[in-house]
């Protein structure tokens, strides 16, 4: 059962990056600014690591519960990530799938059939994520274009209705220089296991986003 205070009861969760590079980290809040939950980096800096960025996080709560564990599969042929409970039981499968002239990243959850889209309006290349709970329901994130992209909406596959929408703010001068991003996530009257697949999803995200500007840099 979730607490009453839970990060997850909220409707607003603010992803602000406090550390960028080997050791990423952010702060979870609410929607007066108030620290919520954190997002910790659980693994060993190392030379990979130095290079594309941290691949193993905490989901917690403001004062340390640990609500989810996200780690990189690291599998050469397919991007993936894997999503697991605090009880260790595997909450969702994200994977990310490149095509010429597309991209497609699946979230596969505990449950089944496609519930969420995220959808992104520019670009040339079109990219989606899908997040398919346990239960079978799915989180289908498409953009077109780069992961970069600023806003997302969140569309249910039953109804048909945007649910939720994220975005990457524009952060100041000072944060900018050492890498900070920052995500907002409106998430009204979702469950809390879906609002955690949605911030599982959204940390998946931004990994893939700080591989790709790596190989990116490294290629120049």
Request: charged share 25%; with cysteine; glycine share 8%.
């Amino acid at each position: 059962m979730v607490k009453s205070t839970s990060l997850l009861n909220h409707d607003l969760l603010v992803v602000q990056q406090t550390r960028a590079g080997a050791s990423t980290e952010f702060n979870i809040e609410d929607a007066q600014g108030a620290l919520i939950g954190l997002i910790s980096c659980t693994q060993k800096s190392g030379v990979r690591q130095f290079f594309g960025g941290a691949r193993e996080f905490d989901l917690l709560e403001a004062d340390g519960t640990r609500l989810a564990h996200l780690s990189d599969d690291r599998k050469i042929w397919r991007d993936t990530y894997t999503l697991l409970r605090a009880d260790g039981s595997q909450l969702a499968t994200v994977s990310k799938q490149a095509k010429l002239f597309s991209r497609r990243i699946t979230t596969t959850l505990t449950t089944g059939s496609p519930l969420i889209t995220f959808n992104s309006p520019s670009g040339f290349f079109s990219r989606r994520i899908t997040t398919t709970l346990t239960t079978g329901e799915e989180l289908l994130v498409e953009s077109k274009g780069s992961f970069s992209d600023r806003e997302l909406n969140i569309t249910s596959n039953r109804s048909g209705n945007v649910v939720a929408q994220a975005s990457r703010e524009r952060v100041g001068f000072a944060e900018a220089l050492r890498g900070h991003d920052r995500y907002v996530l409106h998430v009204p009257s979702l469950s809390p296991e879906l609002r955690l697949a949605i911030l599982g999803t959204v940390v998946a995200l931004d990994m893939m986003r700080a591989k790709e500007e790596a190989a990116a840099a490294s290629s120049n």
